[in-house]
């Protein structure tokens, strides 16, 4: 008989061990799901895991994929510690795209330096616009930042459609519902010569960092740990659990605009209905993969990358539907939580008690 | 006055997927059990509801393999957050991600097929009165049973032994566990039974409301269910009023876009749901603060009985 | 004719959890009619036993009887069946339930409600305990909670009946109530298995006394001829050194000032503070007495700046109107706080103890440097606390939840007074901590005070109080008695003021 039983202390190997775990669990249900459609196992998962990235195009557009998640995986992740539930980054998202993408339509003609920083201000500011209202209704009524943010990601969605749809229709794009397509100034040169990587995985990367050195050594860093993990104790610290709201909601909300002004600026070139394949979903996963590590985050990212371009040559390649690409990610994320367990407790194979009679 | 009724009618209809998933997504919280995934298990629900209609031919079966589907997620959600202790809020975001991608996984070759609508329940007679007929004898199973499950979970949680043992787990789950009620199996219960309406709304949607199959046709509505968990304190009965509201927002603004009603494009008024959520939400928690004291005390809390 | 079997038997019982041995072949009987204290200090292993009787847990070896029969009592259902009954020390209550259904939950029989309300105004009569079967549970005192759970027991008529600790949150004369009627249950004929660590009581109700030390039987004995200290012997393992009183230190200046302080509650079941008024004076340990959830977690809130008062004033440190500050900013000042509450609110289960050492410490300390943490100053903190107060850990990098309550609480105490704290606010210091943890907590405060801090010890335990403060006062619905001079003090006055009979006096201060 297994028992199951509380370790006494987290297992530090565990919590290295399980992200890895959960993808070969992951990778053994993907095969099993190729068989059940039909496929070659094999063949499949070669098409999904490995040609994506035998080539240096493929090798850049896994990180060119990747920074949208880096970005949004990483200020998901500073929320989550804390607590604070923001599930509508791929609204703040659409924000940033809409008003990077905004300043770039305005300054459609203007051929300057300043264009494309002033993109990044409006970006960030956009995306932390739209978490800002979550963040106050949380703060100040205690109203559910969940459900808040996610509606606010179907609002950011319609709001971009209105737009190119509307006002910011391309005049000479034959009636398409796409923008025109941004100035020179505007765009995001690649940075390697024969693939479309722009210099945002290098701001994903020192983001990072950045996010690292303030949760791992600075006091306001351990202040969102303590917060989400015993809200009573961090009230006894004088630790606020408004600033955590507030300083996460931005975090994330700003990051999350960059990433879509990186889309729009990067390899879209332009503002169109869909700016993002559901990233700032995609970003949860990330975040949680990522053990709510900016460092476990990057890696993370590149994983869950590989996923999206992974479903994409597996359609072309393999004629596999892309919607396995959710399925993975989801999988995924299923079998980290089971397996996250085996960090808090241990099963211990125990002799069968000697059912003894009476009673 | 014929209008009137017609409007009456798609009220109702954009009410009844809200009603069934609220519903459960209710019991599941007053035994504690916090469910994210509801939108996730509606798309299942939907998804596998239609498959089996479409390929047997019969609405009872497709209805049955749709409630099938949701009761199996809920398990599975049940499996990680009350067998393994997983975080519910992350389980919950993971059902729904995974109920999106296999949802459209299994949609993909739908798309775009047409499937019969469920049968109307005409009641010979009654059906035919003028405004009553069409107004209260003239809609499909799914929609009468929206409206029964609300009595009868009113009924089971405040006049049962069952549902007084099912609040106690939800109020105070060592305690429960302490005068020897089984906690796990009771969220299990609960639980499964919220992906089971979960399914029957999804369900609702792809056979009745708009018969196909589209991806992510669900918009949002499994969290609109959820916010009108909170939004009835957690009381079956308000719900009703609660969903019926939605409803009313979803038609109000379908027909100012079919009207062309007010100078906006269409997408502003799309948005009004989701405003109206985040809005409700807000009155809400203006309201005095009573709202965080109806919720059940172990909402989303783990538990692991000690062995 | 054979003597009557015992109504309770265990024999060899055997008890694990990771990493302790809770109980080791305990044997036990409990004879018909007869009230058995069960003594231990805390972690003895006597609630787990209880909880093996009333089969929330399985033994891992070892037989039980009951009436002469084996039985096996694989749930309380089980248990309830057998004719088992069981007042909690942590109540099993549901807040948000009306009492009927709090009671028909505990129950095996079924019941309509109407009938259900009937015997509970019979039972509640006729054992004078009156309770409205239609209030919801969070609108009831913790006396009246109690009630619910007796009530419980008796209105399935039990042959046991199993009181877990019950009077750590009555009043005396409360108390004086209870044992009336336990005393009543037995001469009836039910016997009663009663648990406790206060050996007056168990002098004053119980016939015979088995006693628990380190999940052992080590003595079984009859506490109406044993003398206290001889059992106290037993129980803690050593012999007994008492805590000498205290010199009074009264004419010394006042070092806080707390002046007409009210306080509205956070959550509709809390207490609020009603002009509450006290000196706290440089070198004197005050104590704060009174039932629980009469306003001590409010009163030790404001009091830490958790949450802040309306008026700057109403809280004063030396000249300073420190009311509306924070809790760091109040750190600065000098008030350094060890809430009542280890796990999650005096520390963090799930970090380590350097972490733990940091969460208090870094407003008072230098363990900042541009707002990055110092973190070998913080480990070397840590390490200091470990030290000096004998906390037993393998090392600061271990979390905090891994350590035992002893040990985490002499750490807590440690963190808190070496940071060199003017004033003090200690709330149930060695509630839930073995013996010895306890005695070097007592006698850490003690040294603290005589260095000069102004120390403020808010608890439930009278006992601790009259052994520990100088002068003090009594906490009722939110309001402060006057403050006595605890060696001329008359216990009688304080519990009239604990039960609320006496109104309270506001006094002192301005």
């Given at each position: 008989m297994?028992?199951?039983?509380a370790?006494?202390?987290?297992?530090?190997?565990?919590?290295?061990?399980?992200?890895?775990?959960?993808?070969?669990l992951t990778?053994?249900?993907?095969a099993?799901?190729?068989?059940?459609?039909?496929?070659?196992?094999v063949v499949?998962?070669?098409?999904?895991?490995?040609?994506?990235?035998?080539s240096?195009?493929?090798l850049?557009?896994?990180a060119?994929?990747?920074?949208?998640?880096?970005?949004?995986?990483?200020?998901?992740a500073?929320?989550?510690?804390?607590?604070?539930?923001?599930?509508?980054?791929?609204?703040?998202?659409?924000?940033?795209?809409?008003?990077?993408?905004?300043?770039?339509?305005?300054?459609?003609?203007v051929?300057?330096?300043?264009?494309?920083?002033?993109?990044v201000?409006?970006?960030?500011?956009?995306g932390?616009v739209?978490?800002?209202?979550?963040?106050?209704?949380?703060?100040?009524?205690?109203?559910?930042?969940?459900?808040?943010?996610?509606?606010l990601?179907?609002?950011?969605?319609?709001?971009?459609?209105?737009?190119?749809?509307?006002?910011?229709?391309?005049?000479?794009?034959?009636?398409?519902?796409?923008?025109r397509?941004?100035?020179e100034?505007?765009?995001?040169a690649p940075i390697l010569?024969?693939?479309?990587?722009?210099a945002?995985?290098?701001?994903?990367?020192a983001?990072?960092?950045?996010?690292?050195l303030?949760?791992?050594r600075?006091l306001?860093?351990?202040?969102?740990?303590?917060?989400?993990?015993?809200?009573?104790?961090?009230?006894?610290?004088?630790?606020?659990?408004?600033?955590?709201?507030?300083?996460?909601?931005?975090?994330?909300?700003?990051?999350?605009?960059?990433?879509?002004?990186?889309?729009v600026?990067?390899?879209?070139?332009?503002?169109?209905?869909?700016?993002?394949?559901?990233?700032?979903f995609?970003?949860?996963?990330?975040?949680?993969?990522g053990r709510?590590?900016?460092?476990?985050?990057?890696l993370a990212?590149?994983?869950?990358?590989?996923?999206?371009?992974g479903?994409?040559v597996a359609?072309?390649?393999?004629?596999?539907?892309?919607?396995?690409?959710?399925?993975?990610?989801?999988?995924?994320?299923?079998f980290?939580?089971a397996?996250?367990?085996?960090?808090?407790?241990?099963?211990?194979?125990?002799?069968?008690?000697?059912?003894?009679e009476?009673? | 006055?014929?209008?009137?009724v017609?409007?009456?009618?798609s009220?109702?209809?954009a009410?009844?997927p809200?009603l069934?998933?609220a519903?459960?997504?209710?019991?599941?919280?007053?035994?504690?059990?916090?469910?994210?995934?509801?939108?996730?298990?509606?798309?299942?629900g939907a998804?596998?509801?239609?498959?089996v209609?479409?390929?047997?031919?019969?609405?009872?079966?497709?209805?049955?393999a749709?409630?099938?589907?949701?009761?199996?997620?809920?398990?599975?959600?049940?499996?990680?957050?009350?067998?393994?202790?997983a975080?519910q809020?992350?389980?919950?975001?993971a059902?729904?991600?995974?109920?999106?991608?296999?949802?459209?996984?299994?949609?993909?070759?739908?798309?775009?097929?047409?499937?019969?609508?469920?049968?109307?329940?005409?009641?010979?007679?009654?059906s035919?009165?003028?405004?009553v007929?069409?107004?209260?004898?003239?809609?499909?199973?799914?929609?009468?049973?929206?409206?029964?499950?609300v009595?009868?979970?009113?009924?089971?949680l405040?006049?049962?032994?069952?549902?007084?043992?099912?609040?106690?787990?939800?109020?105070?789950d060592?305690?429960a566990?302490?005068?020897?009620?089984?906690?796990?199996?009771?969220?299990f219960?609960?639980?499964?039974?919220?992906?089971?309406?979960s399914?029957?709304?999804?369900?609702f949607?792809?056979?009745?409301?708009?018969p196909?199959?589209?991806?992510?046709?669900?918009?949002?509505?499994?969290?609109?269910?959820l916010?009108?968990v909170v939004?009835a304190s957690?009381r079956p009965?308000?719900?009703?009023?609660?969903?019926?509201?939605f409803?009313?927002?979803?038609?109000?603004?379908?027909?100012?876009?079919?009207?062309?009603?007010?100078?906006?494009?269409?997408?502003?008024?799309?948005?009004?749901?989701?405003?109206?959520?985040?809005?409700?939400?807000?009155?809400?928690?203006?309201g005095?603060?009573?709202g965080?004291?109806?919720?059940p005390a172990?909402?989303?809390?783990p538990?692991?009985?000690?062995? | 004719?054979?003597?009557?079997p015992?109504?309770?038997?265990?024999?060899?019982?055997?008890?694990?959890?990771?990493?302790?041995?809770?109980?080791?072949?305990v044997?036990?009987?409990?004879r018909?009619?007869?009230?058995?204290?069960?003594?231990?200090?805390?972690?003895?292993?006597?609630?787990?036993?209880?909880?093996?009787?009333?089969?929330?847990?399985?033994?891992?070896?070892g037989?039980?009887?009951w009436?002469?029969?084996r039985?096996?009592?694989r749930s309380?259902?089980?248990a309830?069946?057998?004719g088992?009954?069981m007042v909690?020390?942590?109540?099993?209550?549901?807040?948000?339930?009306?009492?009927g259904?709090?009671?028909?939950?505990?129950?095996?029989?079924?019941?309509?409600?109407?009938?259900l309300?009937?015997?509970?105004?019979?039972?509640?009569?006729s054992?004078?305990l009156?309770?409205?079967?239609?209030?919801?549970?969070?609108?009831?005192?913790?006396?009246?909670?109690?009630?619910?759970?007796?009530?419980?027991?008796?209105?399935?008529?039990?042959?046991?009946?199993v009181?877990?600790e019950?009077?750590?949150v009555?009043?005396?004369?409360?108390?004086?109530r209870?044992?009336?009627?336990?005393r009543?249950?037995?001469?009836e004929?039910c016997s009663i298995?009663y648990?406790?660590?206060?050996?007056?009581?168990?002098?004053?109700l119980?016939?015979?006394?088995?006693?628990l030390?380190?999940?052992?039987v080590?003595?079984?004995?009859?506490?109406?001829?044993?003398?206290?200290r001889?059992?106290?012997?037993?129980?803690?393992?050593?012999?007994?050194?008492?805590?000498?009183?205290?010199a009074?230190?009264?004419?010394?200046?006042?070092r806080?000032?707390?002046d007409?302080l009210?306080l509205?509650?956070?959550?509709?079941?809390?207490?609020?503070?009603?002009?509450?008024s006290?000196?706290?004076?440089r070198?004197?340990?005050?104590g704060?007495?009174?039932?629980a959830?009469n306003?001590?977690?409010?009163?030790?809130?404001?009091?830490s700046?958790?949450?802040p008062?309306?008026?700057p004033?109403?809280?004063?440190?030396?000249?300073?109107?420190?009311?509306?500050l924070?809790?760091?900013?109040?750190?600065?000042?000098?008030i350094?706080?060890?809430?009542?509450e280890?796990?999650?609110h005096?520390?963090?289960?799930?970090?380590s103890?350097?972490?733990?050492?940091?969460?208090?410490?870094?407003?008072r300390?230098?363990?900042?440097?541009?707002?990055?943490?110092?973190?070998?100053?913080?480990?070397?903190?840590?390490?200091r606390?470990?030290?000096?107060?004998?906390?037993?850990?393998p090392?600061?990098?271990?979390t905090?939840?891994s350590?035992?309550?002893g040990?985490?609480?002499?750490?807590?105490?440690?963190?808190?007074?070496?940071?060199?704290p003017?004033?003090?606010?200690a709330?149930?210091?060695?509630?839930?901590?073995?013996?010895?943890?306890a005695a070097a907590?007592?006698?850490?405060?003690?040294e603290l005070?005589?260095?000069?801090?102004?120390v403020?010890?808010?608890?439930?335990?009278?006992?601790?109080?009259?052994?520990?403060?100088?002068?003090?006062?009594?906490?009722?619905?939110?309001?402060?008695?006057?403050?006595?001079?605890?060696?001329?003090?008359?216990?009688?006055?304080?519990?009239?003021?604990?039960?609320?009979v006496e109104?309270?006096?506001?006094?002192?201060?301005?």
């Amino acid at each position: 008989m297994l028992r199951i039983e509380a370790r006494p202390e987290p297992s530090r190997t565990m919590q290295l061990a399980t992200p890895f775990l959960a993808v070969a669990l992951t990778v053994v249900s993907g095969a099993v799901l190729f068989a059940l459609l039909g496929r070659d196992p094999v063949v499949s998962l070669h098409a999904f895991f490995v040609t994506p990235i035998s080539s240096l195009y493929g090798l850049g557009e896994l990180a060119l994929k990747a920074t949208p998640l880096i970005l949004i995986g990483i200020g998901l992740a500073a929320g989550f510690r804390a607590n604070v539930w923001n599930i509508g980054a791929e609204g703040q998202l659409v924000l940033g795209a809409i008003c990077g993408g905004g300043v770039a339509l305005w300054f459609w003609e203007v051929d300057a330096p300043w264009v494309f920083p002033l993109m990044v201000v409006a970006a960030v500011a956009g995306g932390m616009v739209w978490a800002a209202i979550p963040a106050f209704l949380k703060t100040r009524l205690e109203v559910n930042e969940i459900l808040v943010s996610l509606m606010l990601t179907y609002v950011a969605v319609l709001l971009l459609s209105t737009l190119v749809y509307g006002p910011w229709k391309d005049p000479e794009g034959f009636n398409f519902p796409q923008s025109r397509m941004f100035g020179e100034a505007a765009l995001m040169a690649p940075i390697l010569d024969g693939t479309r990587l722009h210099a945002g995985i290098l701001v994903a990367l020192a983001v990072a960092l950045a996010a690292w050195l303030w949760q791992a050594r600075t006091l306001s860093g351990f202040a969102l740990k303590v917060v989400g993990l015993a809200p009573a104790a961090a009230r006894f610290a004088g630790f606020r659990r408004h600033r955590a709201v507030w300083s996460t909601l931005l975090l994330g909300g700003g990051l999350a605009g960059l990433a879509g002004l990186f889309e729009v600026a990067g390899p879209i070139g332009q503002l169109v209905p869909e700016v993002s394949p559901g990233y700032g979903f995609t970003g949860i996963i990330v975040a949680f993969l990522g053990r709510l590590h900016p460092f476990g985050v990057v890696l993370a990212g590149f994983l869950v990358a590989l996923s999206y371009i992974g479903g994409e040559v597996a359609q072309i390649e393999a004629g596999l539907p892309q919607a396995v690409t959710g399925v993975f990610q989801g999988m995924l994320l299923f079998f980290l939580l089971a397996t996250d367990f085996l960090i808090r407790y241990r099963l211990r194979r125990v002799p069968r008690r000697r059912a003894a009679e009476g009673g | 006055m014929e209008p009137i009724v017609a409007t009456t009618v798609s009220v109702i209809a954009a009410a009844t997927p809200l009603l069934l998933a609220a519903n459960g997504e209710l019991v599941a919280e007053k035994a504690g059990v916090l469910n994210l995934g509801v939108e996730g298990m509606m798309l299942v629900g939907a998804v596998s509801g239609f498959a089996v209609a479409l390929t047997t031919g019969s609405a009872s079966l497709g209805i049955l393999a749709a409630a099938l589907a949701g009761g199996v997620l809920a398990l599975l959600f049940g499996l990680l957050t009350l067998g393994l202790m997983a975080n519910q809020v992350a389980t919950g975001l993971a059902l729904t991600i995974f109920g999106v991608g296999v949802s459209s996984l299994v949609g993909a070759g739908y798309v775009g097929t047409p499937v019969a609508r469920l049968p109307r329940l005409d009641l010979p007679g009654l059906s035919d009165l003028p405004v009553v007929g069409p107004l209260l004898f003239g809609h499909d199973a799914l929609v009468y049973l929206s409206v029964a499950m609300v009595a009868l979970t009113a009924w089971f949680l405040h006049r049962t032994r069952g549902g007084m043992i099912l609040r106690a787990c939800g109020e105070n789950d060592e305690a429960a566990h302490a005068l020897g009620y089984p906690v796990i199996a009771v969220r299990f219960g609960a639980v499964v039974f919220g992906g089971v309406t979960s399914g029957l709304a999804g369900a609702f949607l792809s056979l009745s409301y708009t018969p196909m199959w589209a991806e992510g046709m669900t918009a949002g509505r499994g969290w609109i269910a959820l916010a009108l968990v909170v939004f009835a304190s957690w009381r079956p009965w308000r719900l009703l009023i609660g969903a019926y509201l939605f409803g009313g927002v979803t038609i109000l603004q379908l027909h100012a876009q079919g009207l062309g009603l007010f100078a906006v494009p269409s997408q502003v008024l799309s948005m009004l749901p989701y405003l109206a959520t985040i809005l409700v939400l807000t009155l809400i928690a203006t309201g005095s603060g009573r709202g965080r004291l109806d919720a059940p005390a172990c909402l989303g809390k783990p538990f692991h009985p000690p062995a | 004719m054979t003597p009557a079997p015992s109504r309770l038997e265990l024999r060899g019982i055997t008890k694990r959890f990771p990493g302790v041995l809770a109980n080791d072949r305990v044997d036990l009987d409990v004879r018909p009619g007869e009230i058995h204290a069960l003594l231990g200090e805390n972690g003895a292993g006597k609630s787990t036993l209880v909880k093996i009787v009333y089969g929330v847990l399985q033994p891992d070896e070892g037989e039980i009887f009951w009436e002469g029969a084996r039985v096996e009592i694989r749930s309380p259902h089980r248990a309830r069946r057998l004719g088992i009954g069981m007042v909690f020390q942590h109540f099993t209550l549901f807040e948000a339930l009306s009492v009927g259904e709090n009671i028909a939950l505990g129950l095996e029989e079924r019941l309509e409600r109407g009938r259900l309300e009937r015997r509970i105004r019979e039972v509640s009569e006729s054992y004078g305990l009156p309770l409205d079967p239609g209030r919801d549970v969070h609108t009831l005192s913790v006396g009246e909670r109690q009630r619910i759970e007796i009530l419980r027991c008796l209105l399935q008529s039990p042959r046991l009946l199993v009181m877990d600790e019950p009077t750590s949150v009555l009043t005396p004369q409360e108390v004086d109530r209870l044992f009336a009627t336990l005393r009543r249950l037995a001469a009836e004929g039910c016997s009663i298995l009663y648990i406790s660590h206060k050996l007056e009581e168990v002098k004053a109700l119980c016939e015979r006394a088995t006693i628990l030390r380190g999940g052992k039987v080590v003595a079984v004995c009859d506490p109406r001829v044993e003398s206290a200290r001889s059992m106290a012997e037993i129980m803690v393992g050593t012999a007994i050194r008492e805590t000498a009183r205290p010199a009074t230190r009264l004419k010394r200046a006042p070092r806080l000032v707390v002046d007409r302080l009210s306080l509205a509650p956070e959550s509709p079941f809390g207490t609020p503070l009603r002009e509450i008024s006290f000196l706290l004076r440089r070198g004197e340990i005050f104590g704060i007495a009174g039932v629980a959830g009469n306003g001590q977690d409010e009163l030790l809130a404001a009091l830490s700046g958790e949450r802040p008062v309306a008026e700057p004033g109403m809280i004063r440190i030396g000249e300073a109107r420190v009311g509306r500050l924070g809790p760091a900013a109040r750190r600065r000042l000098g008030i350094c706080v060890i809430p009542e509450e280890r796990n999650g609110h005096a520390a963090v289960p799930e970090l380590s103890l350097a972490e733990n050492a940091l969460l208090s410490a870094h407003a008072r300390l230098q363990l900042l440097r541009l707002g990055f943490v110092r973190r070998r100053a913080v480990a070397a903190f840590a390490r200091r606390i470990v030290e000096r107060f004998d906390v037993r850990t393998p090392g600061i990098e271990v979390t905090a939840g891994s350590l035992s309550g002893g040990n985490l609480q002499k750490f807590v105490v440690g963190r808190e007074i070496l940071q060199n704290p003017e004033i003090l606010i200690a709330a149930q210091p060695t509630w839930g901590v073995d013996a010895g943890a306890a005695a070097a907590i007592r006698a850490a405060l003690l040294e603290l005070a005589e260095r000069g801090t102004a120390v403020l010890v808010i608890s439930q335990d009278l006992d601790e109080l009259l052994g520990l403060t100088d002068r003090l006062a009594v906490i009722h619905a939110g309001r402060l008695s006057r403050s006595f001079e605890t060696r001329q003090v008359e216990i009688g006055r304080i519990g009239m003021l604990m039960a609320g009979v006496e109104e309270p006096v506001p006094a002192e201060a301005g």
